[in-house]
């Protein structure tokens, strides 16, 4: 699976931007879709996830201001961010969990990355 993520840019602090992921290649299945971010000098952190049951969680520093979806059939995972703040300040990855093949175990996918710059 190929991962390209894109969306982000430079923003003020209370604007909004879309973050899109589009996957394409094949897996046998996929366990769950989400974007994660690195903010500078920081570890990589969960931002949102869906599972393949529809499953949704957010971190707790985005919840109420981020929302993400899937739309299946154009195998892409949607990042809507609004209220942003400089703290959300990150390079954001576009991420699947799946088993690529019968048998064997799940393991992730990441996309190269989108750079989301918030101005105070």
């Known amino acids: 699976v190929q991962l390209q993520a894109s969306g982000g840019g430079l923003v003020q602090a209370g604007g909004s931007l879309r973050l899109s992921c589009l996957a394409s290649?094949?897996?046998?299945?996929?366990?769950?879709v989400g974007w994660y971010r690195q903010p500078p000098g920081k570890q990589r952190e969960l931002v949102a996830t869906?599972?393949?049951?529809?499953?949704?969680a957010y971190a707790d520093s985005v919840q109420g201001r981020f929302t993400i979806s899937r739309d299946i059939a154009k195998n892409t995972v949607i990042l809507q961010m609004h209220s942003l703040k400089p703290e959300d300040t990150a390079v954001y990855y576009c991420?699947?969990?799946?088993?690529?093949?019968?048998?064997?175990?799940?393991?992730?996918?990441w996309g190269q990355g989108t750079l989301v710059t918030v101005s105070s």
């Open positions: 290649g094949s897996i046998f299945s996929i366990n769950a």
């Open positions: 991420n699947v969990k799946g088993v690529p093949y019968r048998g064997y175990g799940t393991r992730d996918y």
């Open positions: 869906i599972t393949s049951g529809g499953n949704i």
